[in-house]
């Protein structure tokens, strides 16, 4: 077999919602993506969402209305992709890194409160493999620090604490305690690239919850300058009669969505609930084959919360990098294509340079020497499922003898 590791779920519907955009006339921001951003909200039970080209764009957004930049400081965790990190780069803050808690791809809230100065303005929390965190601690911990913060532009103030910026990248459609994704984290970014359980080709969305005191429509408001140029009117609205004429209220930037992007989200969001339940029913059955198995897999159901189902981590019991990777080879022969997440920050040369050291990050590169992902997703038949777990079961077994 030849099964690749996230294809995008295509179907008809996705190309006929595609291909009437393109007849439309308005391919680029306009009706759909309102529609879209509407649809995300409801589907996040929040008031507002804003829909953009990426989430790196919607993180970045959000530290700026935050008023984030040179003299702040904005903690996230050591075990992410790059995207978490650079935008904190981009805004000219000071990044943080904090190590994962021993055996958790979670941050150690513990070290998380060593961490928080009178400088911390953000935490970004990292929802990996479409888990929710433990928000509930991250929030107390934001509480008994209180003293500590020191606002800088009207929404800090309103706040009045850090803010708790969640890079929620794999997690659309999580939900935890009642509550879904989106309205958990003060903000709330969302990740609809091509791999993605949901996706846009490329794109993204924010969310977040009311702040008493300051208005959702001005938040919303921002992100459609920032994403457009500064520019106080966009495409859709000039095309009015007469209205031609536009201000640039500052020098924003350009990462608006597209109608065409956003065609092929409001198709995908229509099955996504069955997409979220065919996950399910593929990590039930990894769990199952893989119990006997020196192996360690993530949980992503429980009592309280559901994930997202996004991806299917193993760690490999004794394993170190070598091992690890020949297991990733091994199913490469076999024709399984499987990955690694991720590569704690600090072993990559761009952090590196900002002088992080993995030797202060032991449980994250703890973590990820002995881990590897299996292929979930959506396009994935039983058959290719079975032969995953025949093939993965029997490699595993046989390194172990």
Known sequence: MNIPFSPPDMTDEEIAEVADTLKSGWITTGPKTKQF???????????????????????????????????????????????????????????????????????????????????????????????????????????????????????????????????????????????????????????????????????????????????????????MLYSLHGQSKDALAKTKAGAWEYDIVFPGYKCNMTDIMASIGLVQLTRYPSMLARRKEIISVYNKAFADLPVSVLCHYGDNFESSGHLYFVRLHGADEQMRNRVVEKMAEAGVATNVHYKPLPLLTAYKNLGFDIKDYPNAFSMYQNEMTLPLHTCLTDEQVAYIVRTFSQIIKELNQ
């Open 37 to 223: 951003e509407k649809e995300i909200a409801s589907f996040c039970h929040t008031n507002k969402a804003v829909c953009l080209n990426s989430a790196t764009a919607c993180l970045e957004g959000v530290l700026r209305l935050l008023g984030v930049g040179a003299g702040d400081e904005v903690i996230t965790t050591a075990y992410t992709y790059t995207a978490s990190a650079s935008v904190v780069c981009h805004v000219g803050a000071k990044l943080v890194l904090v190590d994962t808690a021993p055996g958790s791809f979670e941050m150690d809230y513990a070290q998380l409160a060593e961490k928080i100065t009178e400088k911390t303005k953000v935490i970004i929390p990292v929802d990996l493999a479409g888990i929710i965190c433990d928000y509930d601690t991250i929030y107390r911990v934001v509480e008994e620090k209180q003293g500590l913060f020191c606002p800088a532009n009207d929404i800090q103030k309103a706040m009045g604490r850090i803010a708790v910026v969640a890079d929620a990248a794999h997690a659309f459609g999580a939900q935890k305690d009642g509550k879904m994704c989106g309205q958990i984290a003060d903000f709330t970014s969302f990740s609809f690239h091509a791999v993605k359980n949901l996706t846009t080709a490329e794109g993204g969305a924010v969310t977040w919850r009311e702040i008493p005191g300051i208005d959702s429509e001005e938040i919303y408001r921002f992100f």
